[in-house]
């Protein structure tokens, strides 16, 4: 079947500083890679669409200056939040799909927390 | 912007009750899909319908779209504990491409 795992689950980093998580897709050809936030009230915010040998989408609020995202192959994205404050606090989730399929396969998040 | 949403925050039901989830949306799609989010999990995918169809079946789910309301339904029966968790409806993204936009999610809750 089709996982999607991310990692690390959970990550606390001091204000001002940077952190990294990954997303590796696994039984399945991941072309594309929805990256959202999840707020505590479980709203969705979408932040970045993947594409592999496309260029990086993303949305309104939401810059590469802040949110660097790499997609290096059909099995592995990762992104991270630089210069994280309070705000970025939330569940990073990552989306992936292959091909022409509908069906985004999610992994369990990556759960950012502010000191 | 919320192009979709679901129209209860929460509902309570009891085991072997039916529990039904609204959604409307606003803009024109392709096909709805509706995800189930447990504690502690990303969301997976239960049903997804096509803006052709007007009702789809999953074992005890059962989701309905009515494209002239923009809205969406998907009922739950024989309700289980284990069905306890949020319930997303999500639409193709405004600007195309291959992202999902979320609903704000309806927490179930399915009591002994």
């Known amino acids: 079947g089709a996982l999607v795992y991310q990692y690390p689950r959970r990550t606390i980093c001091k204000s001002g500083t940077s952190m990294r998580m990954e997303c590796q897709a696994v039984?399945?050809?991941?072309?594309?890679v929805a990256w959202y936030r999840q707020s505590p009230q479980k709203t969705f915010e979408l932040i970045a669409l993947?594409?592999?040998?496309?260029?990086?989408?993303?949305e309104q609020n939401f810059t590469q200056e802040k949110f660097p995202i790499s997609h290096p192959n059909l099995s592995f994205s990762s992104m991270t939040v630089l210069n994280a404050y309070l705000e970025d606090r939330g569940l990073y989730l990552c989306?992936?799909?292959?091909?022409?399929?509908?069906?985004?396969?999610f992994g369990a998040g990556t759960r950012l927390s502010v000191l | 912007s919320q192009l979709a949403e679901e129209n209860s925050w929460a509902l309570s039901v009891h085991e072997g009750e039916s529990v039904t989830v609204n959604c409307s949306y606003k803009?024109?799609?392709?096909?709805l899909q509706w995800y189930r989010q447990k504690s502690g999990k990303g969301p997976a995918q239960l049903i997804l319908?096509?803006?052709?169809?007007r009702e789809k079946r999953n074992g005890r789910l059962r989701a309905t779209l009515d494209t002239s309301s923009q809205s969406s339904s998907l009922s739950i029966t024989a309700t289980r504990c284990e069905d306890t968790a949020v319930y997303f409806c999500?639409?193709?993204?405004?600007?195309?491409?291959?992202?999902?936009?979320f609903g704000t999610g309806t927490t179930v809750s399915v009591s002994p």
């Open positions: 993947s594409t592999v040998n496309s260029a990086i989408k993303y």
């Open positions: 999500a639409t193709d993204h405004h600007q195309g491409g291959r992202a999902l936009i």
């Open positions: 319908i096509r803006s052709n169809e």
């Open positions: 039984g399945f050809q991941a072309t594309s």
């Open positions: 803009t024109s799609i392709t096909a």
């Open positions: 989306g992936a799909r292959q091909g022409g399929q509908n069906t985004l396969y």
